[in-house]
């Protein structure tokens, strides 16, 4: 892979407007590597959290929590029952970490399904098919698609983007813009239910009960929305790259004349398609079969769907879906030969994640040790009290905690750490001026997708440029950044728009849930 040195003959010919912007992103990847890593980064804000704690314990600060009459007051956690409690509690605060079984047993089953060839192939179907002039949406939606995958999206759909459009006489420089922009800006929207709705709704279900103890967030919360953005974000994508960025004639390859490219599928790999869709389609309708009875063990204690069994487990059902067709999908097309081979693949899957499962547990106790000293209550319950001071209307504040989070995403990369730390902070404290965590939950992820394109402190940055460079040679930070970031700002920009007008018509993110 070629090394990121940014071209500086071409940003001296830029204009002095995109000289300031490249100059503002390369004092952001500055600031982002002076940070430490978010596995330290949050065991310094507990070191932090503990003084703060000690100060307002001194101080005896304390909250009466609405609707209960009761009293919330610091406790001290450099004092010895705060000593006692970070010790004794440490081990159940990381098994007890509401989005680490989310993510290793989702990405059990997806690994199944990537190490087979399953979702590289599906992808490959779904792109050849299309006449070339829809090759941008078909990329740009499948990335929405794709983020059922997880992370793996960007390592399958990325180098695939730039075969497809060099399959069709187009830039594959184009093509990896356009798919690692719908993947990365658009990573929490999509038309499946992804481990990503999982994670943030376990997260936002723990920060929840801080006000309401038997309070549920499922990973269908904000399905209608999601699903709707994900045509939003592929539209947005096509525009920009069909009428704007894609007639850039410094676009092309440094290679063009290469042999062509041939993305059809195989006889074999059609069949085994075939087969993992109805194996798929069985162990869905089999699952819906035995929660739709009324009066089946699976449905929620008042009966409800949306609240089954079989939704709050969902992450369960990801990993049988996908670890079922990636089995089927394999045994067709040999790349499973038996059974046996089945846990290995599963075993690599878990590989990947080990960072973040690394991640979690430095997680895990910053928000035990937050939760213990009722911090978050008081800061919950005064914050609430300065918004209705304000008076300013609730779609004002929603919007900024998007422009909040958009400008946090630059630095901290990890949707799932950055929600982890404001959301024990953002969700009771909008509850207590009656929004819903869902719609707390729906804002956070518009501003955690649309600057994942543009900051240089992510690994898949560093991924989409590895590949780009295989085209361009001269490509630096600023080649890819020129390209995603007037596509990343216009997303922020029109996305944010999307949802206020979703808010002022009252529509339902998801079943059951209005946005208001």
Not at 238 to 246: K, N, S, Y
Not at 432 to 459: H, K, L, W
Request: aromatic share 8%.
């Amino acid at each position: 892979m070629a090394t990121n040195t940014p071209d500086v003959s071409a940003f001296k010919e830029m204009s002095p407007i995109m000289r300031r912007l490249f100059g503002l992103l390369a004092g952001i990847e500055r600031l982002g590597n002076r940070l430490p890593h978010p596995f330290w980064l949050f065991w310094i804000l507990s070191g932090v959290l503990a003084v703060v704690s000690a100060i307002l314990a001194h101080q005896h600060v304390s909250v009466r929590l609405p609707g209960t009459g009761k009293t919330a007051s610091v406790t001290n956690l450099l004092s010895m029952d705060g000593l006692a409690f970070a010790l004794g509690s440490a081990l159940d605060n990381f098994a007890g970490f509401p989005a680490l079984p989310v993510v290793v047993t989702a990405l059990m089953g997806v690994a199944v399904a990537e190490k087979s060839g399953l979702t590289e192939a599906a992808l490959r179907g779904t792109i050849v098919k299309l006449p070339p002039k829809w090759v941008t949406f078909a990329v740009a939606f499948a990335g929405t698609v794709s983020h059922a995958a997880f992370d793996a999206a960007f390592v399958i759909l990325i180098p695939m983007a730039a075969l497809a459009f060099k399959a069709v006489g187009r830039s594959p420089v184009i093509g990896i813009v356009t798919a690692y922009v719908a993947v990365s800006a658009g990573y929490n929207a999509s038309p499946l239910v992804t481990p990503s709705d999982a994670i943030l709704a376990s997260i936002s279900t723990s920060a929840a009960r801080v006000v309401d103890p038997g309070y549920v967030v499922t990973p269908l919360a904000s399905y209608y929305w999601n699903a709707a953005s994900s045509l939003l974000v592929a539209l947005v994508v096509t525009v920009m790259i069909e009428l704007v960025l894609g007639r850039r004639p410094e676009s092309g390859a440094d290679d063009q004349d290469a042999e062509p490219v041939d993305l059809s599928l195989s006889g074999v790999e059609r069949r085994g398609l075939w087969l993992a869709g109805i194996t798929g389609l069985l162990v869905i309708g089999a699952a819906v079969a035995v929660t739709l009875p009324a009066g089946s063990p699976l449905r929620g204690e008042d009966g409800s769907i949306v609240r089954s069994t079989l939704v709050l487990n969902i992450a369960v059902m990801v990993a049988v879906i996908f670890a079922s067709m990636g089995v089927v999908y394999g045994r067709v097309t040999g790349s499973v030969r038996k059974l046996g081979e089945v846990p290995g693949l599963m075993a690599e899957g878990v590989k990947l994640i080990a960072p973040v499962v690394v991640l979690f547990f430095s997680i895990s106790q910053f928000l035990a040790y937050f939760s213990w000293t009722k911090i978050g209550s008081v800061v919950a319950v005064d914050g609430a009290a300065l918004l209705k001071q304000l008076d300013a209307p609730t779609l004002v504040f929603l919007i900024a905690l998007v422009g909040l989070v958009s400008v946090m995403n630059v630095l901290v990369t990890s949707g799932s750490a950055m929600w982890s730390l404001i959301a024990p902070i953002v969700v009771p404290m909008l509850m207590y001026v009656d929004v819903s965590p869902e719609v707390a939950q729906t804002v956070f992820r518009i501003g955690d997708s649309c600057t994942n394109a543009v900051t240089p402190m992510s690994a898949y940055f560093v991924l989409a440029l590895g590949y780009m460079q295989r085209y361009r040679r001269s490509a630096g930070i600023g080649t890819l950044a020129s390209y995603t970031l007037p596509i990343a700002l216009v997303m922020l920009v029109a996305w944010t728009a999307f949802f206020a007008i979703w808010y002022l018509l009252g529509l339902h993110l998801g079943p059951g849930v209005p946005v208001r």
